[in-house]
């Protein structure tokens, strides 16, 4: 089962379907739904019908697939979630060797360098298994927040282009860093 140690200034716990209400907290904020859904909030019913059931999906403890709550070691103030599941899990042909990295915070944690921190140990503790031939990245082009937390973890931008998902259309910018 992967642990994720704590880091510098961060704590973490995979979340599981009794989170919901830290879930829609966060997306409570139109900016930080901005690249999501237009800013469009989420509901506690679209958290419970639609957003639990696809963690749920994915979300597999022994190999530490889910969403990893992200808090503030001391306060344990909850400020966001990393993700790491499968690259494309919902298509036809998911690269289960591929894992994908996403993150959502609260805006009031924004610039502190939160989100490359806990992407990084994330990422880093997933990375001694060598079955893992890169983690990768994907938001939406203007989404220049992000983007940036990929490169700060030495992603390098490979392509753009239409992402097509139940949820959401979009033009996307597709980051990734091979796990030597």
């Known amino acids: 089962m992967i642990k994720i140690e704590n880091s510098a200034r961060l704590t973490y716990r995979l979340m599981d379907k009794n989170d919901g209400e830290l879930l829609f907290q966060l997306d409570q904020d139109p900016e930080v ?21 696809r963690m749920q999906a994915y979300r597999d403890a022994e190999k530490g697939f889910g969403l990893w709550q992200v808090s503030l070691k001391g306060s344990n103030e909850y400020i966001g979630w990393v993700l790491v599941r499968p690259m494309y899990f919902f298509s036809d042909n998911p690269e289960f060797d591929n894992l994908e990295l996403g993150w959502r915070f609260f805006q009031s944690s924004w610039g502190k360098g939160y989100a490359s921190e806990a992407a990084q140990q994330i990422k880093d503790a997933f990375a001694g298994n060598k079955n893992y031939r890169a983690f990768s990245a994907i938001a939406d082009e203007e989404n220049l927040g992000s983007i940036g937390v990929m490169k700060n973890i030495g992603m390098t931008y490979l392509k753009t282009y239409r992402h097509i998902d139940p949820l959401f259309e979009c033009d996307v910018a597709y980051y990734q860093i091979a796990n030597n």
């Open 33 to 53: 739904m901005k690249y999501i859904s237009n800013g469009e909030v989420s509901s506690r019913e679209k958290i419970n019908d639609v957003f639990i059931p």
